[in-house]
């Protein structure tokens, strides 16, 4: 079974708009860590926010925010008043406690965002 | 600048022919991670080392093998190469600990022609 899952291949959103990314992941761990990473059109991959399992607040940074939703097992990306600039494809990952503590990352959902 | 250095930044052979990717994690992390991206795909997680040693492969072909060095760079060999081998490579570095996501390198561009 897939351990994240990035439901949204592909969205719009208009420019100065709110958007939601949706991420759902799956682990038996109680202690993990949950991230989401951008990667624009030149390709490198740049870190954007982390929720630790045991945080009760939701994490912001800036624009964005993470819904994180425990019981649920999700983990959204809000990105406010979207800028051109935010068009990238984003990847929700997680790092559990066990094993090797190896991040797994979900496939990625593609935003565009329309001027 | 992450602080991860990956080099070549761009890559072009032929068919059959093998290169080395190498990568220098950011300062103080031992852990090295090589992920491969074909277009428009996720990542593909190939192989991880901490601190010289091998610890978790994932999908990595038989032709590809790779290493962590005394002084904790890394190299990714890719022999025998395929026109879908074509792809971004990245490198990646962490310490250890959940609340670490990795740090890429800006990744090096392979294309097999």
């Known amino acids: 079974a897939q351990k994240i899952t990035q439901t949204q291949p592909g969205m719009f959103v208009q420019e100065k708009e709110a958007v939601t990314l949706d991420c759902t992941y799956d682990?038996?761990?109680?202690?993990?860590?949950l991230f989401w990473y951008k990667q624009p059109s030149s390709g490198e991959m740049i870190f954007l926010i982390y929720?630790?399992?045991?945080?009760?607040q939701n994490a912001t940074e800036g624009r964005y925010s993470l819904n994180f939703q425990k019981a649920r097992k999700s983990a959204n990306l809000v990105i406010s008043a979207s800028q051109l600039g935010d068009s990238a494809m984003y990847f929700c990952?997680?790092?559990?406690?066990?094993?090797?503590?190896?991040?797994?990352f979900g496939t990625g959902t593609k935003l565009q965002v329309i001027p | 600048d992450s602080g991860v250095t990956q080099t070549p930044k761009h890559l072009i052979t032929a068919t059959g022919q093998r290169v080395t990717l190498r990568c220098s994690p950011r300062s103080g992390d031992l852990s090295v991670y090589w992920y491969q991206q074909s277009l428009d795909q996720g990542l593909q997680f190939l192989i991880q080392y901490y601190n010289g040693e091998e610890r978790a492969k994932g999908n990595i072909l038989e032709r590809f093998s790779a290493q962590q060095f005394p002084d904790l760079h890394s190299e990714l060999n890719l022999s025998s190469l395929e026109l879908g081998d074509s792809a971004l490579y990245f490198c990646a570095s962490s310490v250890s600990g959940i609340s670490y996501g990795y740090t890429f390198g800006s990744g090096t561009r392979l294309t097999v022609v």
């Open positions: 929720q630790g399992s045991y945080d009760e």
């Open positions: 682990t038996s761990d109680q202690s993990y860590g």
């Open positions: 990952a997680m790092r559990e406690a066990g094993g090797y503590q190896k991040v797994t």
